[in-house]
């Protein structure tokens, strides 16, 4: 390979890897380690989504449930970003956090990014995040969970619920995104921002419990480090890319999936899903296993270890063993976003209608197990 790559893949490694912000060679599981609030050490565990998926999301959301809609996919959004925020016990402390957050932020979500902060004598009025190409925007449009990512963020970082996000464009792929009270938007006459509390309730020991590494299952199988290693991924100035589509994949708080999933109707998920995965099935056209690609695909992105068993040659059976921040308990949705993904992928390779049923999902020792059934 180029040195080029050999350079980019080194940057990524020094900057990510050696400095524990992200631990990507453990099968099935992404994880940031940290200290929680309670003191107790924790593994943040993430996946990786492409950004597609939540571009497609805004779509198939304002067509079909409008405005109110697009404020349930930002509400989603603030609720996982406060508590990104929390579980990772981010640094309150002006100085440092000034300078980490374009560092932290500006790794996986853009080509770069600067802070600035407005203040009235030692109040801060607002913070400005000037964005190069950030992820989840296209054109004009930026998806909303990322903008209700920034104000939970933001709120938990100034201890101030009540902030939130909105965005202005000032370039080709350059962005300015506001975080202030209602009030300072409303005085500086900005109107596009949306009002939501923080949602959800998280309970971090439980989320510790469920979250955890489990030796026993993750000693083989695919990993980000191995796919990069066979440049099915490649690390380029702040994105994570699939080389084979060039679609940017970003990190993905687990407990956000599930706000997600529990915001909006499993069908609109599942289509955003199925329609980024079904045009990179087309491109994969002819591939000799996807069944394969995919297992060691959704393994390496942290959704736990996967593994596919063959009942006849129409119908299979998939594992996620490990799956992250799953519980019977706290989501009635059916996984929509993984069932969408493997429909779309194989239906496009396969070129035929491959249908993905959730089958069922169980706490073993501790570990989340799902299942689901791919046939067609």
């Not at 980019?8 to 990507?24: A, G, M, R, T, Y």
């Not at 970003?81 to 300078?99: C, H, L, M, Q, W």
């Not at 957050?101 to 407005?118: D, H, Q, V, W």
């Amino acid at each position: 390979m180029s040195q080029e790559f050999d350079r980019i893949k080194e940057f990524f490694i020094k900057k990510i890897i050696l400095v524990n912000i992200f631990k990507i060679d453990i099968p099935g599981y992404l994880i940031t380690t940290s200290y929680s609030v309670e003191g107790v050490k924790l593994a943040m565990r993430t996946i990786m989504i492409p950004d597609r998926f939540l571009i497609n999301l805004e779509d198939f959301v304002e067509k079909e449930l409008g405005r109110e809609g697009i404020e349930r996919v930002y509400a989603a959004g603030k609720g996982d970003g406060y508590y990104v925020a929390r579980i990772t016990n981010f640094p309150r402390d002006e100085k440092i956090y000034s300078s980490l957050i374009p560092s932290f932020f500006g790794t996986l979500y853009a080509n770069g990014i600067t802070l600035r902060i407005e203040k009235r004598e030692k109040n801060i009025l607002a913070i400005e995040l000037n964005v190069i190409e950030p992820a989840g925007a296209e054109k004009d449009r930026y998806s909303h969970w990322i903008l209700g990512a920034w104000a939970g963020f933001f709120s938990y970082i100034l201890g101030d619920e009540e902030i939130e996000c909105t965005i202005k464009k000032v370039d080709v792929g350059k962005f300015v995104l506001i975080n202030a009270k209602p009030d300072y938007l409303r005085i500086n006459k900005i109107s596009n921002f949306i009002k939501s509390p923080i949602l959800g309730k998280l309970d971090i020991l439980q989320y510790y419990k469920n979250n955890k590494v489990q030796t026993d299952i993750a000693e083989n199988g695919a990993t980000i480090k191995k796919l990069m290693n066979e440049h099915v991924l490649t690390y380029e100035a702040g994105k994570m890319i699939l080389n084979k589509d060039q679609c940017r994949y970003i990190p993905f708080e687990s407990f956000g999936l599930l706000q997600l999933e529990n915001s909006l109707p499993d069908d609109i998920i599942l289509k955003a899903s199925y329609k980024y995965f079904f045009e990179l099935g087309n491109i994969y056209k002819g591939l000799r296993d996807p069944y394969l690609f995919l297992s060691r695909l959704f393994t390496a992105l942290g959704f736990g270890i996967v593994k596919v068993i063959k009942i006849n040659n129409k119908k299979y059976e998939v594992i996620f063993g490990g799956y992250p921040w799953f519980s019977l308990e706290l989501s009635d949705t059916k996984i929509p976003f993984v069932r969408g993904a493997w429909a779309g992928f194989l239906s496009g390779v396969l070129e035929r209608n491959i249908e993905v049923l959730f089958l069922n999902g169980e706490l073993i020792n501790g570990t989340n197990n799902l299942s689901i059934s791919v046939e067609g």
